[in-house]
């Protein structure tokens, strides 16, 4: 994996690539979120959305390709983080909300952990099940949701991720040089609106299937 980070960041550098992979994966946030509404439609238009992608001939180069963008940006960022705290000034209490950094900016490496044991407890419950239960993804959505401690944590679980896209696209975007004194402002607002509407898009999902759905199972 090393040998990987250092190719990556050898010509660009450890921030740009890390907000390039971030774009890449709000990319992804993105598209996963659009296909998963499609679970409002019912069972038919999900199941059908889900089949069609399982069997498209491109679904293993993109993952390898997801997989890929996870572990560059995770690699650089538990690489970054070490970097910051080494030089961090000893026998100081820092606080995270002062010289400048906000709680979003100062808790990024937890918000970021808490995101991959997210994503890692998701794969278990989604992606790596019995055949059976892939045959109907709809039904396993949403009998996951009709568990109360499971939405909470979900709900919380999208909100840190929201938090964390938020900042991380205004970090992105002064990594990457396109950050100009005249629409500074415009772009956090635009990334604070991003964060947010990432964490109500994914987390409306299970409160509608905990609300809505339950007498249906
Ligand atoms: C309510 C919110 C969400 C729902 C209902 C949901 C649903 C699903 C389902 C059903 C799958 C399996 C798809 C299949 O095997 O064909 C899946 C895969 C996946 N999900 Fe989510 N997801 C949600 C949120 C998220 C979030 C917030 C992330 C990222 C942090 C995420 C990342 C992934 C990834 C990486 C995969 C594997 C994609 C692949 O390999 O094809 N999901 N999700």
């Not at 960041?9 to 709000?26: D, N, R």
């Not at 407890?121 to 039904?139: E, P, Q, T």
Request: glycine share 8%.
């Amino acid at each position: 994996m090393s040998w990987l980070l250092a190719t990556v960041s050898a010509s660009i550098g450890k921030k740009q690539c890390m907000a390039l992979s971030g774009l890449a994966l709000c990319g992804f946030l993105v598209a996963h979120l659009s296909g998963n509404f499609l679970i409002f439609l019912g069972p038919e238009k999900f199941n059908a959305y889900a089949h069609f992608l399982e069997s498209h001939p491109l679904l293993i180069p993109a993952e390898i390709g997801l997989a890929f963008l996870f572990l560059v940006h995770i690699g650089l960022a538990a690489r970054v983080t070490r970097e910051n705290w080494a030089a961090r000034p000893h026998g100081y209490a820092v606080k995270a909300t002062e010289g400048g950094r906000s709680l979003a900016s100062g808790t990024m490496w937890l918000s970021g952990l808490i995101t991959l044991v997210f994503l890692v407890l998701h794969l278990i419950h989604f992606k790596f099940v019995a055949d059976d239960a892939k045959m109907d993804l709809h039904k396993l959505v949403v009998t996951t949701f009709h568990s109360l401690p499971y939405v909470v944590w979900y709900v919380f679980a999208v909100c840190v991720l929201g938090l964390h896209v938020g900042h991380g696209l205004k970090s992105a975007f002064r990594s990457l040089g396109l950050e100009h004194p005249k629409y500074t402002l415009a772009l956090l607002w635009l990334s604070r609106l991003f964060g947010v509407a990432i964490a109500i898009g994914y987390a409306s999902i299970p409160i509608w299937a905990y609300f809505f759905t339950r007498t249906l199972a």
